[in-house]
């Protein structure tokens, strides 16, 4: 009984350092006057990745005519709630032999997202007519710009964000980069001492969206 107490003790202290330490961790924004609510949305009436797009979209528009409400957005996931793991690869730059892709974090958002959380934008926003023929874009966060676009400018360079899909020959679209945004946590894990590099873009490029979002 002695040993199974110590066990227990002992995992009850690890699981409460380990809350503190995500409770101290700096988001990347003050959320002390956000409101967030997630939702599924049925498979029954929204069968298609377009039909959710459309359903997204209506969401925006709607709570953009509200004037009690200073800003809202949808967004396929949360900050501190994590993202679709995609495969970077970087115009221009040929891939290592037998080097795997680095890993980043991907999530579609509306296009008054980063007016909603309130962080600072260089370049443009998303707009409605985005993620169409011939307007593929992103937006990408300080980290992913550290990581591998050390010293340059990452506006007006293309990215492509690949699904890790064993036996799957389907390339991503090319993606212009038209935006950058401070870092926001996406990834809860309070091990990693620096966040997640992250490139954002619009529904309407999200063709693997899930039968879930959140508005803010």
């Not at 995992?11 to 990347?28: E, P, V």
């Not at 690869?89 to 040929?94: K, L, T």
């Not at 036996?167 to 309070?190: C, D, F, I, M, Y």
Request: hydrophobic share 40%; no cysteine.
């Amino acid at each position: 009984q002695i040993a199974l107490t110590l066990v227990l003790l002992a995992g009850a202290g690890l699981m409460l350092r380990s809350f503190f330490t995500m409770y101290r961790m700096d988001i990347g924004i003050d959320t002390s006057r956000l409101v967030v609510t997630g939702m599924t949305i049925p498979a029954t009436k929204y069968g298609g990745w377009e039909d959710r797009t459309r359903f997204l979209q209506r969401i925006d528009d709607h709570f953009a005519t509200i004037s009690e409400i200073e800003g809202a957005s949808t967004t396929s996931a949360l900050p501190f709630n994590g993202g679709a793991v995609r495969r970077l690869e970087v115009d221009g730059r040929a891939a290592t032999p037998g080097e795997r892709l680095p890993e980043v974090t991907m999530l579609s958002v509306g296009s008054r997202y980063f007016d909603v959380i309130g962080v600072p934008l260089r370049g443009r926003a998303f707009t409605n007519e985005d993620g169409g023929p011939g307007r593929q874009i992103a937006i990408v966060n300080q980290r992913l710009v550290d990581q591998y676009f050390k010293g340059e400018d990452p506006i007006g360079r293309t990215i492509r964000l690949s699904q890790d899909v064993t036996g799957s020959t389907e390339k991503a679209e090319w993606l212009t980069v038209v935006g950058l945004v401070p870092n926001v946590r996406q990834r809860n894990n309070n091990q990693e001492a620096e966040p997640d590099p992250i490139a954002y873009i619009t529904h309407r490029q999200n063709t693997g969206m899930a039968r879930a979002a959140n508005v803010i």
